[in-house]
């Protein structure tokens, strides 16, 4: 076995050295032909490429947009650690993905609209819900996708290159700035579709040279029960008292359908809860409904949307299997159990499944290749991140700034966008060392998480705006409050106690022993939440009952009608004003012309055929590895 240390290798040879510059070249000049194709001195033309992108540009951008070096590191990691049934957030996306081109697109080109904000306060009237949309928006673009391909690109470029990671990341982030700042949307997208050739081309190496090094599928589906760390036996048995568990194999890893109480991904979750936060990301999210909008036509859309479903049938056989593979040739290193030896080998003391894909580019590939899975990690880092700097700058200029300065001319307003990218590059640089320092174990696990306690709501309400006619601005409103709050109080105590590993658990409070009808019978010990206040209700008590015997009516009243003028008060700063009242302000805004979602028969005939088809494919692959 190979010792880690001698994994960290420096590009230093001739051919890697010429695949990168090759790289780099060629995504320079395809942005800088890109400039020159659509008018990028209007909001359309700079935000929306002129609407004039064909459905193989499409198709391939909402791929690059959605494949950041997150889910490199993330989903092989997470296969690693647990076996393909990650690969099902992949397989579910084949079929959402055909809501968004065929039920959500066209509501949005009729609309009239560039961003998400800005149809919802078209539907329900008033400012708050769309103001609400963009903030949380771009608190997600900042935690969970900005951070994670931050975090994943540092993994890589640690364990891979043994480059300064300030130095690479930054040099990186402000070549991607400049694409994005000088050729809008539509060098995005050209770009998009070069890297997602090279995404897919590189992968497909690096998955061959695996297969051949582990002898095919069959010879994983043999060895990967049995690729435990040897090194767990020199843990000391009184500091880290663990189950075999730990390092274990799972035994229903080539499950993709898993039992639905104890299973790590259960089925009922993985079927119905995916499709909620999958509704949310791809027929809501600014970044994917963006590259749609600019299609020339919806035949367009619909064919891009099918091209990108094809393509999401690859990162199961492109990330996960090479994760599990990784695993069964240096169990040690990507399976290491060992708190000390962790923490030499990645950095971290809870695992390092993380560095499965990093650590087969490392050690199997030959000089030149390496290069090239370098200029696929970098291909895949730098279109995401393009991606949610366009979109960003998109939704703060159209959603904050012009109610920032609703008078502002579209020079001022592209000149806004472009600044807000190099405000975003800025927020970037400052989080890596945060994301450094809190980001471990599993990547994609962390990715997930973050939008399932908050994604949920918002895909409730477009679901319901898009297809209930009855839904007005009140409801909506609060059920993204409501909805809103429900997230939080998950999502803070997990990112407060920590959701723990096998050798360091999680100090959370488990709370519902014998509170629930399913674990009425349970022995577990509860804490619960209001001992402090039971503890102090028995002192207080005696107290306040002779303070009730000394009270008279008059200060119950002045306490009852304080409390009122509380509750109008709040009404009032939460805004109580009718939806009709908020339509009347808003002044209908004007649109050059009205899109045309017409189709014509013999194509819309064949991207129909072509769905079908596709899902078909998916309930094949379902049943197959389920």
């Known amino acids: 076995?190979?010792?880690?240390?001698?994994?960290?290798?420096?590009?230093?040879?001739?051919?890697?050295?010429?695949?990168?510059?090759?790289?780099?070249?060629?995504?320079?000049?395809?942005?800088?032909?890109?400039?020159?194709?659509?008018?990028?001195?209007?909001?359309?033309?700079?935000?929306?490429?002129?609407?004039?992108?064909?459905?193989?540009?499409?198709?391939?951008?909402?791929?690059?947009?959605?494949?950041?070096?997150?889910?490199?590191?993330?989903?092989?990691?997470?296969?690693?650690?647990?076996?393909?049934?990650?690969g099902g957030f992949e397989w579910n996306a084949l079929f959402i993905v055909l809501l968004l081109g065929w039920l959500f697109v066209p509501v949005y080109l009729t609309a009239g609209?560039?961003?998400?904000?800005?149809?919802?306060?078209?539907?329900?009237?008033?400012?708050?819900?769309?103001?609400?949309?963009?903030?949380?928006s771009l608190f997600l673009y900042i935690f969970t996708k900005i951070s994670v391909d931050m975090f994943s690109g540092?993994?890589?470029?640690?364990?891979?290159?043994?480059?300064?990671?300030?130095?690479?990341?930054?040099?990186?982030?402000?070549?991607?700035?400049?694409?994005?700042?000088?050729?809008?949307?539509?060098?995005?997208?050209?770009?998009?579709?070069?890297?997602?050739?090279?995404?897919?081309?590189?992968?497909?190496?690096l998955t061959g040279y695996s297969f051949a090094k582990v002898g095919g599928y069959s010879s994983l589906l043999a060895k990967y029960s049995s690729a435990m760390p040897r090194n767990f036996s020199s843990m000391d048995p009184q500091r880290y008292n663990i189950s075999s568990l730990c390092y274990t194999p799972r035994q229903d890893a080539f499950n993709l359908l898993r039992d639905p109480t104890k299973g790590d991904l259960p089925w009922p979750g993985?079927?119905?809860?995916?499709?909620?936060?999958?509704?949310?990301?791809?027929?809501?999210?600014?970044?994917i409904v963006q590259r749609c909008l600019a299609a020339r036509s919806l035949t367009h859309v619909k064919a891009?949307?099918?091209?990108?479903?094809?393509?999401?049938?690859?990162?199961?056989?492109?990330?996960?299997?090479?994760?599990?593979?990784?695993?069964v040739l240096y169990p040690d290193e990507v399976g290491c159990i060992v708190p000390e030896v962790c923490k030499k080998v990645c950095g971290t003391e809870v695992g390092c499944s993380n560095i499965a894909y990093p650590k087969l580019v490392v050690s199997l590939m030959p000089n030149g290749l390496r290069g090239l899975m370098l200029a696929v990690m970098l291909a895949a880092l730098m279109?995401?991140?393009?991606?949610?700097?366009?979109?960003?700058?998109?939704?703060?200029?159209?959603?904050?700034?012009?109610?920032?300065?609703?008078?502002?001319?579209?020079?001022?307003?592209?000149?806004?966008?472009?600044?807000?990218?190099?405000?975003?590059?800025?927020?970037?640089?400052?989080?890596?060392?945060?994301?450094?320092?809190?980001?471990?174990?599993q990547l994609f696990d962390y990715i997930q998480s973050v939008s399932s306690y908050l994604a949920p709501p918002i895909a409730a309400v477009f679901l319901l705006a898009v297809f209930v006619k009855r839904v007005?601005?009140?409801?909506?409103?609060?059920?993204?409050?409501?909805?809103?709050?429900?997230?939080?109080?998950?999502?803070?105590?997990?990112?407060?106690?920590?959701?723990?590993?096998?050798?360091?658990?999680?100090?959370?409070?488990?709370?519902?022993?014998?509170?629930?009808?399913?674990?009425?019978?349970?022995?577990?010990?509860?804490?619960d939440l209001d001992w402090e206040q039971e503890e102090k209700g028995r002192r207080a008590r005696r107290e306040a009952e002779d303070r009730m015997r000394e009270n008279n009516n008059s200060g119950t009243e002045t306490e009852e009608e304080e409390g009122l003028g509380?509750?109008?008060?709040?009404?009032?700063?939460?805004?109580?004003?009718?939806?009709?009242?908020?339509?009347?302000?808003?002044?209908?805004?004007?649109?050059?012309?009205?899109?045309d979602i017409s189709e014509d028969p013999v194509w819309k005939y064949t991207v129909d055929a072509n769905a079908l088809i596709m899902m078909a494919v998916a309930v094949f692959m379902w049943g197959y590895f389920a």
């Open 566 to 595: 509380v509750c109008r008060l709040a009404a009032r700063l939460c805004g109580r004003a009718s939806g009709a009242h908020d339509l009347q302000q808003e002044a209908p805004e004007e649109t050059e012309q009205m899109p």
């Open 154 to 205: 540092a993994v890589f470029i640690q364990q891979a290159l043994g480059w300064n990671i300030y130095v690479a990341v930054i040099a990186l982030l402000l070549i991607t700035a400049l694409y994005t700042v000088t050729g809008g949307l539509a060098a995005l997208m050209y770009t998009d579709t070069v890297q997602t050739f090279v995404i897919v081309a590189g992968a497909f190496v």
């Open 304 to 327: 891009g949307c099918i091209m990108c479903g094809y393509l999401k049938l690859l990162p199961m056989f492109l990330m996960v299997f090479p994760g599990m593979i990784s695993r």
């Open 113 to 136: 609209v560039i961003t998400m904000p800005q149809y919802l306060k078209k539907r329900f009237g008033g400012t708050r819900i769309s103001l609400y949309l963009s903030v949380i």
């Open 383 to 441: 279109s995401s991140l393009a991606s949610i700097f366009n979109s960003s700058s998109t939704l703060f200029t159209m959603d904050i700034w012009t109610r920032i300065r609703p008078q502002a001319t579209e020079h001022e307003l592209i000149i806004v966008g472009r600044v807000w990218v190099l405000c975003i590059v800025a927020v970037s640089i400052c989080w890596i060392p945060v994301v450094q320092a809190a980001q471990s174990g």
């Open 270 to 287: 993985v079927l119905f809860g995916i499709a909620i936060v999958g509704g949310w990301y791809w027929c809501t999210d600014q970044v």
């Open 472 to 527: 007005n601005e009140r409801g909506a409103f609060w059920g993204l409050i409501g909805g809103l709050g429900m997230g939080l109080c998950r999502m803070l105590p997990e990112f407060w106690f920590g959701t723990g590993s096998c050798i360091f658990p999680s100090h959370c409070p488990f709370l519902l022993h014998r509170l629930v009808f399913s674990l009425r019978h349970s022995k577990e010990e509860r804490k």
């Open 1 to 86: 076995m190979e010792n880690h240390s001698s994994d960290k290798v420096t590009i230093n040879n001739p051919a890697d050295i010429s695949i990168i510059i090759g790289y780099f070249l060629m995504v320079v000049s395809v942005g800088i032909w890109s400039m020159f194709r659509t008018n990028r001195g209007t909001v359309g033309g700079y935000f929306l490429a002129g609407r004039s992108m064909s459905w193989w540009p499409v198709g391939a951008s909402l791929f690059a947009s959605n494949i950041g070096s997150g889910h490199f590191v993330g989903l092989a990691g997470t296969g690693a650690a647990s076996g393909i049934a990650v």
